[in-house]
T-cell receptor, first 114, second 115 residues
Framework: AQTVTQSQPEMSVQEAETVTLSCTYD???????LFWYKQPPSRQMILVIR??????QNATENRFSVNFQKAAKSFSLKISDSQLGDTAMYFC???????????FGAGTTVTVRA | DTGVSQDPRHKITKRGQNVTFRCDPI?????LYWYRQTLGQGPEFLTY????????KSRLLSDRFSAERPKGSFSTLEIQRTEQGDSAMYLC?????????????FGEGSWLTVV
């Protein structure tokens, strides 16, 4: 079974600043997919960004970018120019190729302060 | 595309009662999933459907839990003889099977409180 670890239960950031969330995972697979999901309070979980392990280039989606370090099995998320609407719980998730199940970390609660 | 919808959003029930949750996936998505999420934790996989076939059930899904997806469209998750430990959010998700991995889209969840 794959293990996904998010070591930061909570993070706080000032509006317009940058915050980085850490995620590590354990797998024997060479190819796989990594995801960051955002879950605002009492709202739907939405996909923030996705990374294929065979791609060396780090994925970027507007203010969200990842630092994927395959050898270290690390997949951190950087939120730049933080906005109040970024306040949410963020989950790192792993999926094996040709699979359908996501393995989630415990999540990191991000609070953006005005 | 109206997204994944779940009903009811909140359910409070007495221990021992049966409850049923419904999920309507994104149209044309052939894969449907149920996850369970407790406070402060990430979602845990419960079960998965490819069209109408239930292809995998987690060990978390005891005999009191049953899921169906008749006709490969909407799905129901029934919990019989509820226990306090069943209190959680039940998330439904769907995806379209495709080469290169599939992105999973979640509904807003159904909160269950067993008192």
């Amino acid at each position: 079974a794959q293990t996904v670890t998010q070591s930061q239960p909570e993070m706080s950031v000032q509006e317009a600043e940058t915050v980085t969330l850490s995620c590590t995972y354990d797998t024997s697979e060479n190819n796989y997919y990594l995801f960051w999901y955002k879950q605002p309070p009492s709202r739907q979980m939405i996909l923030v960004i996705r990374q294929e392990a065979y791609k060396q280039q780090n994925a970027t989606e507007n203010r969200f970018s990842v630092n994927f370090q395959k050898a270290a099995k690390s997949f951190s998320l950087k939120i730049s120019d933080s906005q109040l609407g970024d306040t949410a719980m963020y989950f790192c998730a792993f999926m094996k190729p040709n699979d359908y199940k996501l393995s989630f970390g415990a999540g990191t609660t991000v609070t953006v302060r005005a | 595309d109206t997204g994944v919808s779940q009903d009811p959003r909140h359910k409070i029930t007495k221990r021992g009662q049966n409850v049923t949750f419904r999920c309507d996936p994104i149209s044309e998505h052939n894969r449907l999933y149920w996850y369970r999420q407790t406070l402060g934790q990430g979602p845990e996989f419960l079960t998965y459907f490819q069209n109408e076939a239930q292809l995998e059930k987690s060990r978390l899904l005891s005999d009191r839990f049953s899921a169906e997806r008749p006709k490969g469209s909407f799905s129901t998750l029934e919990i019989q003889r509820t226990e306090q430990g069943d209190s959680a959010m039940y998330l439904c998700a769907s995806s379209l099977q495709m080469a290169g991995g599939n992105t999973i889209y979640f509904g807003e969840g159904s909160w269950l409180t067993v008192v």
